[in-house]
């Protein structure tokens, strides 16, 4: 097995990954991320870490990472989050310049953006045999929730983490395995997937982006 480090927010990083691969790729599972990060800390290119992690660097990858991709055809895979559910992806205001940073916003719409990402590639690398489909795997007690810890955190997601149904690891990898390798989810592409199926449309919306505060 070959290790290579990358850092997402960078996309210097993530171009040198791309030039070092050679050969076809069969299955790339956009799986690292961060959550709800307290306080608003910019990249190094000024944006806002969560989008630039669980999204941007995530697109940067794939797109770099194509001509692989579509030697043989292959599968992406993105883990999204239901904090989808949190937020669209405000276009006018992507990286919190204009209006107050809130955690969970960020994060509720960078896992948007990584659902998104899924539809359009699925759509636009169809011809090139390539599929992409977006999971949420479900809670699953790692270093992911160090910001929800302690006192800091208010009591509406202290009651959520309190009762939420908990998954180890292994449990909460068997989505992202079924669409990496099933054979039953062969040609499928551009949908969204939970608890090892295809999820049912859902009727809970995200709340309306707000208006630009650049009028």
């Known amino acids: 097995m070959d290790v290579a480090p990358l850092e997402l927010t960078d996309r210097a990083s993530v171009a040198a990954i791309a030039r070092a691969w ?100 699925g759509r636009r690398w169809a011809d090139d045999g390539i599929t992409a489909n977006a999971l949420m795997p479900g809670g699953i007690r790692t270093a992911l929730q160090r910001h929800q810890e302690g006192a800091a955190i208010s009591p509406e997601v202290r009651e959520i983490f309190d009762s939420y149904p908990w998954r180890t690891a292994r449990q909460g990898a068997a989505t992202s395995v079924l669409l990496a390798a099933s054979p039953l989810v062969e040609g499928v592409t551009g949908r969204y997937f939970e608890n090892c199926n295809e999820a049912l449309p859902s009727t809970r919306r995200s709340p309306a982006a707000p208006a630009s505060p650049r009028g």
């Open 22 to 121: 050679t050969g076809p790729l069969h299955i790339l599972v956009n799986n690292a991320g961060v959550m709800a990060v307290p306080e608003l800390r910019r990249t190094r290119e000024g944006r806002e870490p969560q989008f630039a992690t669980n999204h941007l660097g995530h697109f940067e990858l794939a797109r770099s990472l194509h001509p692989a991709l579509a030697a043989q055809g292959a599968r992406i895979v993105s883990v999204s989050s239901n904090a989808h559910h949190r937020s669209p992806v405000v276009f006018d205001d992507i990286h919190f310049e204009h209006r107050a940073y809130d955690p969970w916003l960020a994060y509720g719409q960078s896992k948007t953006a990584g659902v998104l990402f899924a539809v359009e590639a």
